[in-house]
């Protein structure tokens, strides 16, 4: 509720009446509590000083700066940080007992961004399409990081000019290029990354590149967000890469900038949401989310932090039929056989299925029953997590407790699984609606890989 004490904060520049961040700002502010309100200003050139002047002697307590005011807003700023100063642009400014100090957190932003999807990018090489000023914050904060640089740039001059700028100020060798086809696919071939920090793709259905020079693997991030996503994003998860649509780069900017208003961490979570909400790019639907998959796939673990991060219930439908018949899983199956196990896990995933907003982790053979299948489909999406045998047979090395791996060697048990995968495989496909590999990931990487895929698929 608004009132005398609310605190403001706005976003000034021209055009500004399609921003997002009055949205993701407001809601954020609403989760915690604070009273305070977000709102665009519209400011022509001519008028950017007197408005600063005004919102400074007002005591707006924050404010965001866009097109075209980011460079020439740092004359009428008190300080300057490091940041805001080596990149030429300031996108937050913080009113500190009248004092104002500009900030830039597109870095912040990108990076955030791109380090979900690559934890250490120290000599990972990016190609970096693009000289303007996003180029400029991802370059930077990619040199910070250790990655190597090349930047393609349609005007090859300005390219060079970033690149010199760049080996000056952080001293780190970077190659730039004419933007074409033949660099692209050449520099391709090694690059571990691609970030589009060009307008492309914004308005028409294009995107910057053939679909076939994409590759399995590679990481493609795009600064660019639009509704329904960009075609390169959507090209990249159909051929396999791993995708960060440039809404990711507006929530991590905004929430670091939110941090510098209040001086607390927002959620960024609900921030995103609302993000894909007016984007049109589906946010997750409420009803349950369901992890099916081999035993040792990760859709405990996986589960219970996707449960965590989304403000869902958890529920281990093992541990469900535990509690139904008051007997453990391994004495279901030693006293009443697999068959009687298979009635009950009916029960209950029906039982669960009516509950919502859970995720549930639902076991290994429940997709063999097509009724399930039914009912899983029914009341929310199917995500299959997939693991090679051998890693599966290798994280199940200590368990004592699984009834179809029971008394068997290695060797036995390494052939056991991949036989019962193959007879499953033609279920599972027909459960998935998705499916995320837990190999070579980390619980959390997983975990935010169904999140993006569950957020922005069909
Ligand atoms: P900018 O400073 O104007 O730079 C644009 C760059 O794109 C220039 O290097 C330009 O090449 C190149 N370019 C433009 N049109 C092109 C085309 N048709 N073909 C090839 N290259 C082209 O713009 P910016 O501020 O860096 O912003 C770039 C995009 O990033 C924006 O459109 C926006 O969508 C996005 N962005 C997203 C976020 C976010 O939070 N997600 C934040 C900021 C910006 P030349 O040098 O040859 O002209």
Known sequence: MNNTNTKLYCLIGDPVTHSLSPAMHN????????????????????????????????????INVTIPHKITVMKYLDY??????????????????????????????????????IKNLKNKTAIVIGAGGTS??????????????????????????????LRKTLKIDVQAYGLNEKNLSLFLQKADLLCNCTPIGLNKEK??????????????FDAVYKVGGTKLIRDARTAGCIAIGGEQM????????????????????????????????????????????FMGSGKSSVGRLLAKKLKMNFIDLDNEI???????????????????????????????????????????????????????????????????????????????T???????????????????LRSREPFYNLAKNFEVQTNNKSTEQATDEIIEVLGVAK
């Open 322 to 400: 535990e509690k139904i018949t008051g007997k453990s899983i391994k004495q279901i199956f030693a006293e009443d056989g697999e068959e009687e196990f298979r009635e009950v896990e009916i029960d209950a995933l029906t039982l669960a299925s009516k509950k919502g907003n859970c995720v549930i982790a639902v076991g290994g053979g429940a997709i063999l029953n097509y009724l399930n299948t039914y009912r899983m489909r029914k009341s929310g999406k199917v995500v299959l997590l997939r693991a090679p045998p051998e890693v599966i047979v290798k994280r199940l090395e200590k368990e004592k």
């Open 402 to 420: 699984r009834p179809l791996l029971l008394g068997l060697s290695t060797t036995q048990r390494l052939a056991r699984t991949k036989k019962l």
């Open 27 to 62: 809601a954020a502010f609403a989760a915690l509590g604070i009273n305070a309100l977000y709102t665009t200003i519209q400011v022509k050139k001519e008028k950017l000083k007197q408005t600063i002047y005004s919102l400074q002697a007002l005591g707006i307590k924050g």
């Open 80 to 117: 300057v940080d490091n940041n805001a100063k080596n990149i030429c642009a300031v996108n937050t400014i913080v009113n500190k007992n009248g004092k104002l100090i500009g900030y830039n957190t597109d870095i912040i932003g990108a990076i955030t961004a791109i380090k979900s999807k």
């Open 207 to 220: 995107s910057l590149m053939k679909k076939e020079l994409l590759r399995k693997g590679l990481v493609i």
């Open 136 to 165: 400029r914050a991802v370059c930077f904060g990619l040199a910070k990081e250790g990655a190597r640089i090349i930047i393609l740039n349609r005007t090859k001059k300005k390219a060079e000019k970033e690149a010199r700028l």
């Open 250 to 293: 507006l929530v991590n900017q905004g929430a670091a900038a939110f941090e510098l208003f209040v001086g607390k961490k927002p959620d960024t979570e609900i921030m995103l949401n609302v993000i894909k909400k007016k984007l049109n790019i589906p946010c997750l639907q409420a009803g349950n989310i369901y992890l099916i998959g």
